[in-house]
């Protein structure tokens, strides 16, 4: 059961467009939100979060979108650079008594800015 | 900033063998890390959270025999891949978090190739 779904695998955007990544969760219990990017052969690296009590969080070219109602977060980079192509991974934590803090991930969409 | 360390990057390994990955947290002490697998165009699975001093607590659906983890100290884990297979190829990555904050970020190694012939 994927309760973190990003649904496009892969985008292509013009350098200095904005592009949009989309994830959609399906547990309520999920409270925290993050977006990693991650480069071929490295380990993912933190890019931005967002607490569920807000709807919106903003950092430089950086902003991450969350509608609960929806159980959609979206992240948006204006203006789009060829350095920002990578793969983006969505990840929601909760908490859980039993197992503490845990971090489940989407599965990554391609993003692709041409020059 | 924090930065974790992952040994080796890539390994070969025959059927049958076992296999040890490294994670070292460099410059911050962690006394939870965790560890991922990655199959090819999916999303980073939580195989198990390891805990400096105690057991390591698996998800579901992961072999606690086959993939041993001990966090031996607050810099160290492992995961020891045993008696490998060829499914067991993946790309097998660990974190650890900076700051006792659920909410602080989870830094990651750099990931380790596993390829079992």
């Known amino acids: 059961d994927q309760q973190v779904k990003q649904n496009s695998p892969s985008l292509s955007v013009q350098e200095g467009r904005i592009s949009i990544l989309n994830c959609d969760y399906t547990?309520?219990?999920?409270?925290?939100f993050l977006w990693y990017k991650k480069y071929p052969a490295e380990g993912p690296t933190f890019l931005i979060s967002i607490s569920s009590i807000k709807d919106k969080n903003e950092d430089g070219r950086f902003t991450v979108f969350l509608n609960k109602s929806a159980k959609h977060l979206s992240l948006h980079i204006v203006p789009s650079q060829p350095g920002d192509s990578a793969v983006y991974f969505c990840a929601a934590s909760s908490w859980a008594e039993t197992s503490g803090s845990r971090l489940t991930f989407g599965e990554g969409t391609q993003l692709t800015v041409n020059p | 900033g924090a930065v974790v360390s992952q040994h080796p990057s890539w390994v070969i390994c025959k059927s049958g063998t076992s296999v040890k990955i490294e994670c070292r947290s460099l410059?911050?002490?962690?006394?939870?890390m965790f560890w991922y697998r990655q199959f090819p165009k999916q999303s980073l699975m939580l195989m198990a959270t390891s805990n400096e001093g105690s057991k390591a607590t698996y998800e579901q659906g992961v072999e606690k025999d086959k993939f041993l983890i001990n966090h031996a100290s607050l810099t160290l884990s492992t995961l020891t891949v045993t008696s490998a297979h060829p499914e067991d190829s993946s790309f097998y990555i660990c974190?650890?978090?900076?700051?006792?904050?659920?909410?602080?970020?989870?830094?990651f190694g750099n990931g380790t190739r596993l390829t079992v012939t």
């Open positions: 547990n309520s219990m999920f409270d925290y």
């Open positions: 974190s650890a978090r900076f700051g006792a904050d659920r909410r602080s970020p989870l830094h």
């Open positions: 410059d911050f002490q962690a006394t939870t």
